[in-house]
């Protein structure tokens, strides 16, 4: 077989700017071991997020320009519900400024106290605003999905037999909603199978629990679903998608990722009530109906996104690219969670990391190392993301300690993920001399992103 080459020419670049370790680690210092917190500028390959920071295409552009601004009624609006609907086939449209907005609204209407919403794995923001509702968000993720070293298909599955369990526990009246997350983004961009989707939703019909997809990653998931789970191998992968969404009651979309906007997000439904509540909320914290938190130019993107993104000589070009990085990193002995995710490859900085503790840290403590050696932006997602305190301030660590390498849709080159794969290769064998991390201020809620750190002495 021949190299799977980018599948697009570059009209538009945009310069690297280069920098020192010398330099980089007194520009550590300055954000405090916070990635979140160093200037985009001084960063050389910038893998903190997938999310927003597509190249979008020339079509993308041109669409731009035709955006129609119209306060109600753009054209630019029904044809982004009509490709909104050409994948999900749900009648009802909601455009917001991105997926957290569709997330704030959705649990504001279903959430508070004493509810429970059940996920294979909740997004950080996900959680945050169910948690903010005052009700409590459920992880059920299946077994395979907690040992990033183990390979299998599907490890972003929900465990049905939990889920099951918790429903009769704890009583369908409480639970408002089921959410599927594909990909599994905090359980490394794992896919979930059509059949886990399928019984998923068997289980919440039999209880008349909704259910909902966080959509973000939906062509990659279905993508995934082609290439590993029987059946699918000869279907368009726009067909796949839309097998995948007629299991649903709705979804929330995060344009940023696999619509490849810079800005956006939608709530779709076909419950016409739900979406009246929806709507009104919109409206006070949103905008009108027909553009949401959006100008009529990025409902052209997102519009033109959603269909790009199922083309599938991109997707076998992006499923290929990030599996190429985790071979790499395999091949060298780095632990990296197997097989690779559908937008990232995650390390797992525990394996990597024995010597530092969780209480200090190891996922923060290489993406600090990361950054030093190679100017490399990554971001933690384990204890420091989604760990919690006890009553005696102590902390309740995550279940995984993982870096993820976000890869930017259309945006970096081969060359690119080559030099990233050297300069990770070099940190593992200089693992020992990593220290961990401690926290010195932090925010109640999404810590992670203006959290302030030192290195442990
Ligand atoms: C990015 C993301 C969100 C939130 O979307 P934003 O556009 O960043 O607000 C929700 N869920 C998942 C799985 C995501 O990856």
Known sequence: MKTIIEPFRIKSVEPIYFSTAAERKAILEEAFYNPFLIHSENVLIDLLTDSGTSAMSSEQWAGIMRGDESY???????????AVWEITQMPHVIPTHQGRASEKILFSILGGKGKYFLS????DTTRANIEFSGAEGIDLLCEEGKHPGIPAPFKGNIDIEALKEFINKKGA??????????????????????????ETSAVCK???????????????????????????????VKEIARELFSYADGCTMSAKKDAFANIGGFLALHNEDLAKQCRNLLVITEGFPTYGGLAGRDLEAIAIGLNEVTDEHYLQYRIRSIEYLSNKLADAGVPVMKPAGGHAVYIDAKAMLPHIPVEQYPGQALVCALYETGGIRSVEIGSLMFGKYNEQDQLIPATLELVRLAIPRRVYTQ?????VAEVIIEVFENRD????????????LLRHFTAKLKPVL
């Open 206 to 236: 039999a209880h008349n629990i909704p259910l909902f997809i966080d959509a973000c990653r939906f062509a990659e998931n279905a993508y995934f679903i082609k290439l590993r789970e029987d059946g699918y191998a000869d279907k368009p």
């Open 415 to 419: 060359s690119h993920i080559d030099y």
């Open 120 to 123: 294979n794995t909740l997004f």
């Open 173 to 198: 009246e409480n639970i408002p909603l089921c959410i599927i997350t594909v990909t599994n983004n905090s359980g490394g961009g794992q896919p979930v199978s059509m059949q886990n989707i399928r």
């Open 72 to 82: 109600a009624g753009s054209p630019s609006f029904f044809r982004f519900e009509s």
């Open 433 to 444: 001399t990593i220290k961990g991390l401690q926290v010195i201020e932090e925010a109640a």
